[in-house]
């Protein structure tokens, strides 16, 4: 499943999510299921056709990454590996950063991050000036909406094992939509 929500410049991409990751570091190893929500640049393109036609809109480079993640083995509503990538470099998310109140309240957490839009654009080195007022209204009027669209896919995530046919070899996301 994938939900978009785009304002201005800015969207939020919000998928579930089965990883096994190839080289986990101590601690992390076995699958991984939840749910990843990312704030991404949009791009409008140019009219394909008359006034009328429908303009592209590419869903561009991630700026923030929120991984509600809990270990395949692991107890559901644990989000055990639950973490935030506060910096992103091109397409590759810097490292793992685990928040406790991240881990103890995922949705508050999320939605307090989400209505703070420039605290999460300045902690990812993102000048203020590259969004605009929409951008950051925008996303803070949408916030519950958004919040509640991430806690009914987590829910999901849970009634579902989540685990593609090939689990033993799979290496990246269940739905490869993030």
């Known amino acids: 499943m994938l939900y978009l929500f785009g304002f201005e410049r800015i969207g939020v991409a919000v998928s579930d999510i089965y990883f096994v990751d190839p080289n986990p ?29 429908a303009r592209p809109i590419t869903v561009d480079r991630p700026i923030w990454r929120v ?16 973490h935030h990538h506060p910096g ?17 309240e995922p949705l508050k957490w999320l939605g307090e ?6 605290g999460v654009l300045e902690q990812a080195g993102v000048k203020p000036d590259e969004v605009t007022s929409a951008d950051v ?10 919040v509640d669209a991430v806690g009914r896919l987590l829910d999901s ?19 490869s939509w993030l």
Not at 26 to 48: D, H, I, M, S, T
Not at 113 to 118: C, G, I, S, V, W
Not at 137 to 146: F, M, S
């Open 88 to 104: 992103i470099d091109g397409w590759e998310p810097g490292r793992r950063v685990f928040d406790r109140g991240l881990s103890a």
């Open 25 to 53: 570091t101590k601690g992390q190893e076995g699958a991984e299921r939840g749910v990843r929500l990312e704030l991404r640049w949009l791009e409008p393109g140019e009219l394909k056709g008359s006034i009328y036609s």
């Open 67 to 82: 991984d509600l993640l809990e270990s395949v083995t692991g107890e559901p509503g644990s989000f055990d590996r639950t």
């Open 113 to 118: 991050r989400l209505a703070d839009l420039e």
């Open 137 to 146: 209204n925008g996303l803070r009027d949408r916030t519950p909406e958004i």
């Open 157 to 175: 995530v849970r009634a579902d094992d989540g685990a593609p046919a090939d689990a033993e070899s799979a290496t990246s996301v269940r739905a």
